[in-house]
């Protein structure tokens, strides 16, 4: 594996939020929520990996096109976030039969910018294959932070009881235009695949979405104070 470091803010004196993000719905959904609260002084840390090839081309170029587009729009809404990308190759292997690779790719990326009192943020949601090999996952970090001897770095998964519609339900109160992140892992040409696992739970959570919106508007219409009827 080889990997290039690159330059990486200095730690504030009450730490960094550091979120992890790949340009899908969940991670971008997750760098929304702290972007919400940033500052010129306070900007949240956005670290992104270009793993190649272990993730498609094509892949690739969608996830920075989404990426680009989200830091601009988030731009605009005066939000500051510090975007750093590690490029990684070679092959990964992690969890149980190494059935989760992805891990491993953010823990390498971690290994290189982690810092005493960062604060790190994962997007996982509750039906993710990451929960198998969490154990196995903690153990690595937190013998990471052992070596550095770092004391206060902390590992958060806000997300993790979260469905995927609740985070759809999330980019629309925020007003995150779809345009702003792509979640498919077998696309050809930059378009969704609509095949893949992703892309499955992606359409039942907006159908699911659709459905509760309905039926939200129905309870509303309920609740108005129905007209007094004139005699
Ligand atoms: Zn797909």
Not at 99 to 119: K, T, V, Y
Not at 138 to 163: I, N, Q, S
Request: proline share 4%; hydrophobic share 35%.
């Amino acid at each position: 594996m080889m990997m290039r470091d690159r330059e990486y803010p200095k730690t504030h004196d009450w730490g960094r939020t550091v979120v992890v993000w790949s340009g899908g719905a969940d991670s971008t959904c997750l760098l929304n929520h702290y972007a919400g609260v940033s500052s010129e002084d306070w900007p949240i840390v956005a670290l992104s990996v270009v793993a190649y090839p272990h993730i498609s081309r094509p892949l690739l170029q969608k996830q920075a096109e989404v990426q680009k587009r989200y830091l601009e729009w988030a731009k605009r809404r005066g939000y500051h976030i510090k975007h750093h990308t590690m490029r990684v190759t070679g092959s990964f292997g992690y969890g149980r039969e190494g059935n989760a690779p992805q891990p491993s790719l953010w823990l390498a990326a971690l290994s290189q910018i982690l810092d005493e009192r960062d604060r790190v943020m994962m997007g996982y949601i509750r039906t993710d294959d990451v929960w198998h090999c969490m154990s196995e996952f903690r153990d690595v970090f937190d013998a990471f932070c052992k070596l550095k001897e770092f004391k206060h770095a902390k590992l958060e998964f806000p997300f993790e009881w979260e469905h995927k519609v609740d985070i759809l339900r999330r980019l629309k109160k925020g007003k995150v235009p779809d345009r702003c992140w792509f979640s498919c892992d077998h696309t050809k040409d930059g378009k969704p695949c609509g095949q893949c696992s992703k892309c499955d739970e992606l359409a039942a959570a907006r159908a699911l979405l659709k459905k509760q919106d309905v039926a939200r508007k129905v309870i509303m219409l309920d609740d108005k104070p129905k007209k007094k009827r004139k005699r």
